[in-house]
């Protein structure tokens, strides 16, 4: 039997009503001859609201319990999704992580997905059941443990369901119709894609577009699953949607394929340390143990053997490097004068694979960014991608400038 994987993502599972126009979408597939395995996410607002819980009983929680909480939201959904396609007269059964079981890592709150035994399902499908409803975003431990994908992990759910099973196609159904240049909440000039590489979407992902969860591009890029992202609001034909695919299924594509950002940065310096090698391991290693995910990093200019060392990280971290780089100070392995903390920064990104073979984007990058009197913090380029770190209060500004000088409105 032909097999795809449906994903339905927050506000698509909201309440009843949402859950069950899913439904009758997934009817739909079940009706052309489909077997099909969905993923579902907590209702829009759920994990959120379970984060936060976590987060009011201490600020150095367990991240063992902390995920066998956040993990319960999807099976509410998952639960109710097989009941409403029942009432439906699809045959159709509920199961949680622990049950396929979807294996992982130990890394509880980031874990990794190692292994998805197909058994238990397919044994099912033999047995006539249609529909395998599966919570997304969770998983079970080598220790037996609940552990989470880390956010915006139902996706990854979807992909790694797709690869398992050789689905015909992983279909993610979101509240936007598909993969746009940017972000269409702060963009409206912001345009669909028919098509977005697997490159330029995992740039995208991996720079902020919450879209996707970066892993599931990663995923789909290894495993070639054919991804597509469409609405769950409208009508859907086949055609409809983002397909995500190799660059060479791409006839045109822009110089830049998108802008992306993301709010939540912070950038830390640490002001005059010993310029000499072994400093930046130093840090580097103490930040790192302590699970902090460093992204741009810059060293300032030395000046009588002493330097300032900067880098980004999410603001939620801010707490953990500062406690790391104190740790390290305290014990005499690093000396510095000290620590400044800017929380109010973001990150804007534009990406593109036409970057490889054309010149002068960063150029015209920073001249937008300058012509509406921005001022550029940190900048770090790939092959295809251009960050900076600006004050957030310009986030929209930026985003905008440079989707409208990109001219990324326009098709190619
Ligand atoms: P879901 O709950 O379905 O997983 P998410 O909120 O995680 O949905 O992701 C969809 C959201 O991603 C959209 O509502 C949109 O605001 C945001 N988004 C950010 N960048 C983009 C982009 N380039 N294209 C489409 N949506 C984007
Ligand atoms: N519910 C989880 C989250 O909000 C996972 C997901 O929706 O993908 O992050
Ligand atoms: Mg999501």
Same mark, same amino acid.
């Given at each position: 039997m032909p097999l795809l994987v449906m994903k339905f993502g927050g506000t698509s599972v909201a309440n009843l009503d949402r859950i069950r126009r899913a439904a009758k979408r997934i009817g739909v597939e079940v009706a052309k001859g489909y077997d099909v395995i969905v993923i579902v996410s907590a209702m829009s607002g759920k994990t959120n609201e379970l984060v936060g819980w976590v987060d009011e009983t201490s600020p150095l929680y367990d991240a063992r319990e902390y995920d066998a909480v956040v993990s319960s939201g999807e099976n509410i959904t998952a639960g109710l999704m097989a009941l409403t396609l029942q009432e439906m007269d699809v045959p159709a059964r509920s199961w949680q992580g622990w049950q396929v079981p979807l294996m992982t890592t130990s890394a509880h709150s980031q874990a990794r997905i190692e292994e998805i035994p197909t058994d238990n399902l397919n044994q099912k499908f033999g047995e006539g059941m249609k529909v395998a409803v599966v919570a997304g975003f969770q998983g079970i431990s080598p220790e037996g443990r609940i552990t989470t994908?880390?956010?915006?992990?139902?996706?990854?759910? $979807?992909?790694?369901?797709?690869? $398992?099973?050789? $689905?015909?196609?992983?279909? %993610?159904?979101?509240?936007? #119709?598909?993969?746009?240049?940017? #972000?269409?909440? %702060?963009?409206?000039?912001?345009?669909?894609? #028919?098509? %977005?590489?697997?490159?330029?979407?995992?740039?995208?992902?991996?720079?902020?577009?919450?879209?996707?969860?970066?892993?599931?591009?990663?995923?789909a890029m290894r495993y070639k699953v054919k991804l597509r992202v469409l609405s769950s609001f409208e009508e859907q034909s086949d055609e409809a949607g983002t397909l995500v695919c190799d660059e060479e299924d791409i006839m045109e594509s822009n110089v830049v394929a998108g802008v992306a950002y993301s709010r939540d940065e912070a950038k830390m310096t640490v002001v005059s340390v010993a310029d000499r090698p072994g400093i930046a391991s130093i840090i580097f290693t103490a930040l790192s143990d302590a699970g902090v995910n460093v992204d741009m990093i810059v060293q300032n200019i030395s000046d009588e053997g002493r330097t300032d060392m900067t880098f980004s990280c999410p603001t939620d971290q801010v707490a953990r490097a500062e406690q790391a780089l104190l740790a390290i100070k305290d014990a005499g392995e690093l000396n510095y004068a000290e620590l400044v903390a800017d929380q109010d920064v973001c990150k804007v990104s534009v990406v593109g694979i036409g970057m490889r073979s054309q010149s002068g984007v960063a150029a015209k990058m920073f001249k937008i960014l300058s012509d509406e009197g921005i001022n550029i913090k940190v900048i770090t380029t790939s092959e295809i991608k251009i960050s900076v770190l600006v004050d957030r209060k310009y986030m929209e500004l930026a985003v905008q400038a440079l989707h409208d000088a990109f001219e990324l409105d326009k098709a190619a």
């Open positions: 994908l880390g956010r915006g992990g139902s996706d990854t759910t $979807a992909v790694a369901f797709a690869a $398992a099973f050789g $689905a015909e196609r992983c279909d %993610i159904y979101t509240d936007v #119709d598909g993969v746009y240049t940017t #972000d269409p909440r %702060i963009c409206e000039k912001a345009r669909k894609l #028919d098509r %977005i590489s697997f490159e330029e979407m995992l740039e995208l992902a991996s720079l902020g577009a919450k879209v996707l969860q970066t892993r599931s591009v990663e995923l």
